[in-house]
């Protein structure tokens, strides 16, 4: 069985883990971070989406062993439980840009990876940039506003050198 | 999936030897592996993780030539500003696999070891001329692709890098298939030193080049060179997506929007 040391959401973590555990199921199973969702568990989907060392990837298509020596950041590390959200969850919020809210963690989370690398994308880059997020209640305009105005918060904040 | 021993290696020569025995398998990036182990269509006794090996990451520039690591991911490519000056058909054909999440952990290595007839690597290094560099001997992309999900590589044997050489032009466009984002035909075309030369993937049972096109574009490289040929549907694919004769059409279709790209780049 392997062992396996990383960090998620800024703690240092130590599993023993069966070979075939994925990284999805030792969030959620083994560490009880239950806000990445298992969708489709064949990375069409992109619910299990989180950041293995700054870059989004599906959860559900790695091993955890993969992940040894790793930082990994999900959902629940964007804010604290009482604080204030994350500029990205803020704008989904108030863009209305969920309805079931299934596939909300893995669009936010792509949606940081692409403005890390896009700051300000346009409509035809924020449309492929979540082409591996699925919604199946099909709210895609007001998620793409969403990433706009999550692009707006953030600029400013950037140039700020934050 | 069914239950495998993992073991993740230091370096190149202990992966080879850790792959030598039992029914072992390299894991990449995963993102075809782990897939078809979920849905038990493929199963190994161990997988052997090449992550942790530095020595196979990374591109280095030589003079006429880029040697991709077989660990580089697809992002890496897509994003490298050595790539996308000398080779840009090559970072554009990268930032086209898959989604963003697939191309974070998919790697060049995995896709040319595992030559699925719908990749788009394999497009490139056979119309790019590449040398594939394994832990034993060096092949070139022709000799290395041996069909439908086929390679010359043999047991123990991992690919180390793909060496390309740089074209005077090139460009890919593929015809997506939606779903699965893989090119239902895809075509790689390229101005080298020794003529142009037309590689298509998605077409049948493995990457081909096509050589009708190839004599008409060594006349003249131009997309006007390509109109009205007609390429034979005999050995190409059917499947639900699309019949024979229509990848046949999309074939010259594609090289002369192909040419076009790599004459305005």
Known sequence: MPSISLSINGQAVTAEVDARTLLVQLLREHIGLTGTH?????????????????????SCSILAAQAQGCSVLTIEGLSDADGPLHPVQQAFSEQHGLQCGFCTPGMIMTTIDLLSRIPSPDEGEIREALEGNLCRCTGYQNIIKAVQQAAGMLEPAAGRGA | MYAFEYLRAGSLDEACARLGEGSARALAGGQTLLGAM???????DRL???????ELRGIEDRTSSLVIGAMTRHAEVAASSRVRERIPALAALAAGIGDVQVRNMGTIGG????????????????????????????????????????????????????????????????????????????????????????AVTGGGAGVFRATALESSLDQAFTADSLRGLRFPPDDLASDLHASAEYRAHLIPVLASRAVEQALAD
Not at chain 1, 47 to 54: R, S
């Open chain 1, 38 to 58: 298992q969708g489709c568990d064949t990375a069409q989907c992109g619910a299990c989406t989180v950041h293995l060392d700054g870059r989004a990837i599906k």
């Open chain 2, 38 to 44: 979920k849905l038990r269509m493929s199963q190994s």
């Open chain 2, 48 to 54: 052997v993780d090449l992550g942790g090996i530095a």
């Open chain 2, 111 to 198: 896709s040319v070891a595992n030559n699925d007839p719908a990749a788009c690597y394999p497009s490139a290094l056979l119309a790019l001329d590449a040398t594939v560099h394994t832990s034993r001997r060096s092949l070139q992309a022709e000799a290395f692709f041996t069909g439908f999900y086929g390679t010359a590589l043999k047991e123990g044997e991992l690919i180390r890098s793909v060496e390309f050489p740089v074209p005077r032009r090139a460009a890919y466009v593929k015809f997506r298939q939606p779903a699965s984002r893989f090119a239902l035909v895809g075509v790689f075309v390229a101005q080298t030193a020794g003529g142009a030369r037309v």
